[in-house]
């Protein structure tokens, strides 16, 4: 049975940084599309960055490109996001899901489409302190 947990999340001050890592267990990272979602009280689901474990193509969300970085460990089975200069607007539940990019529901230029993904995390709550 595929496993996504989260973790790394807090409190953390306007400008600061975190690292967000997804553990993955049960699958073959290498079949898969790792993505990170977040969603803020209020507000839809937002797709902030993804990537392709077997080449480690890269997607990102507008509002993250240039601050947040997402990378993978495939020895270790994780996924990190890596987020700097953190804004208050940043504040949400994170998740991270997997995609089967085998699977004919997959393109990668709808990435932040969370239908693709079949298997999520419980999410790790970051807050951003103005």
């Known amino acids: 049975q595929a496993q996504l947990v989260e973790s790394g999340g807090g409190l953390v001050q306007a400008g600061g940084s975190l690292t967000l890592s997804c553990a993955t267990s049960?699958?073959?990272?290498?079949?898969?599309?790792i993505g990170w979602f977040r969603r803020a009280p209020g507000k839809e689901r937002e797709g902030v960055a993804c990537?392709?474990?077997?080449?480690?193509?890269?997607y990102y969300g507008d509002s993250v490109k240039g601050r947040f970085t997402i990378s993978r460990d495939n020895a270790k089975n994780t996924v990190y996001l890596q987020m700097n200069n953190l804004l208050p607007g940043d504040s949400a539940d994170y998740y991270c899901?997997?995609?089967?990019?085998?699977?004919?529901?997959?393109?990668?230029?709808?990435?932040?489409?969370?239908?693709?993904?079949?298997?999520w995390g419980q999410g790790t709550q970051v807050t951003v302190s103005s």
């Open positions: 899901a997997a995609a089967l990019v085998f699977a004919p529901e997959w393109s990668g230029s709808t990435w932040y489409d969370g239908a693709q993904y079949s298997y």
């Open positions: 049960g699958l073959t990272l290498d079949h898969f599309a």
């Open positions: 990537i392709r474990s077997s080449n480690g193509r890269t």
